[in-house]
């Protein structure tokens, strides 16, 4: 008897989505626009994500369609948002992140503006945060720190924390980046977060007085820069060990709460008698 002619080579496709990143083993219904076949042969892929499995028990060739990203230690490719063009995006939580931040930093910067302009159209102006003795906008505004660049402040912050919210809200919209961009965003928040320092310290011990429009800004510079920078870690377009890169993906929330709580305690002890009398 004549033997059977041996089976054709199969093909295992991965679908995957307009990143290359796979979706599916075997794909249920027809290919989109955004999917890509691209026939690579077995043994050259590498990664969690659609690896081939060698010839089957029945001697046929088994191809996958697409190729992994090199997702050595640790990283994933789920989690390395680079399209070819070498631009790298963000996900949901982290745009959302940015367009609250700098909507809050926004917000503080414009009401500290309007109270600015009303102190100067009358001396005898009361800021509607100047609650106490403590707690006085009115010290704030009326110091030579509020003007550290020969212009009130918060004009500053109306211009970089609006520029953080069109960054947040395009990520959102899908917008990916060069890595000087990212570099740039980093090092504006790195700016701010030093100028709210001093602001800081100029505000506890010079001025010895708080405003609570500015601590909002406060808290929402470190976070911004916090996260940018653990964004940019992640994604290895800063620098870093890979124990400390590895450690503040994953306790990404530490520093922050840390940062903050310490500015909580320095106000609760630099006027602690008044406090607590």
Known sequence: MRAPPAPAARRAYVRTDARGLPLSAVPQGPLSPSDSLRP??????SGTHG???GPG????????????DDVS????????ERDGAGRIGAG??????LVITGAAGLLAAWVITIDKIKLLEDPDFVPGCS???????????KSDQAAFFGFPNPMLGLVT??????IGVALLAGARFKRWYWLGLNAGTLFGVAFCTYLQYQSLYTIRSLCLWCCLAWVATIFMFCYVTVHNLKHRILPAP????????????????????????????????????
Do not use: K, Q
């Open 40 to 45: 690579r042969p077995c043994g050259r892929m």
């Open 92 to 97: 949901r939580a982290f745009a959302w992140m």
């Open 57 to 68: 028990s029945d001697g046929t060739a088994i191809m996958t369609t697409t190729a992994v």
């Open 51 to 53: 690896a081939c499995a």
């Open 242 to 277: 890979r124990a400390l890169r590895n450690g503040l993906v994953e306790f990404h929330w530490v520093v922050p709460v840390l940062w903050i709580g310490v500015i909580g305690i320095l106000i609760l002890t630099n006027w602690w008698s008044f406090w607590t009398s």
């Open 161 to 166: 924390y609006g520029m953080v919210v069109a």
């Open 73 to 80: 230690e640790g990283a994933s490719a789920e989690t390395d």
């Open 131 to 141: 609650l106490n003795p403590v707690v006085a906008c009115g010290n704030i505004m």
